[in-house]
């Protein structure tokens, strides 16, 4: 039952990935890459407890990448921007928007704001 509970966990992984990085082949292809070692490097594991362990651990990084990664890709008509895409899976607190102010964006000078 633990190898068709660790194909599963497998395949939700891949398929989130697929997801969260759509059109980042290179992003994908590493986050493949990633998986697969892990699972093979855990594929002689017998142990039930650690078995359990491991695929907890399977679904939380699940978890993470479906609620808490973004594809945030550069926005080409503002400097220093980029749009950030939501889904209704991501865990956004109150249902509010972020604002995120980059270390990156230049400060205004005081005269600046006064206008």
Same mark, same amino acid.
């Given at each position: ?9 497998? *395949? ?7 997801? *969260?990085?759509?059109? $980042? #082949? ?9 998986? *697969? ?13 650690? #078995? ?7 679904? $939380? ?7 808490? #990664? #973004? ?7 503002? %400097? ?12 956004? *607190? $109150? ?15 005081? %005269?600046?704001?006064?206008?």
């Amino acid at each position: 039952m633990s190898l068709s509970q660790a194909r599963i966990a497998y *395949r939700r992984l891949l398929k989130i990935q697929r997801k *969260r990085f759509a059109g $980042d #082949v290179p992003i994908i292809t590493a986050a493949h890459k990633k998986t *697969r070692e892990e699972f093979e490097n855990n594929r002689a594991v017998t142990d039930e407890k650690k #078995v359990k362990k491991l695929l907890k651990h399977a679904a $939380d990084v699940e978890l993470v990448i479906r609620s808490y #990664v #973004v594809q945030a890709p550069r926005n080409t008509e503002k %400097e220093n921007t980029y749009n950030i895409k939501f889904t209704s899976e991501h865990a956004l *607190r $109150d249902r509010h928007p972020i604002i995120i102010k980059s270390s990156l964006q230049k400060s205004k000078s005081p %005269e600046e704001e006064s206008k």
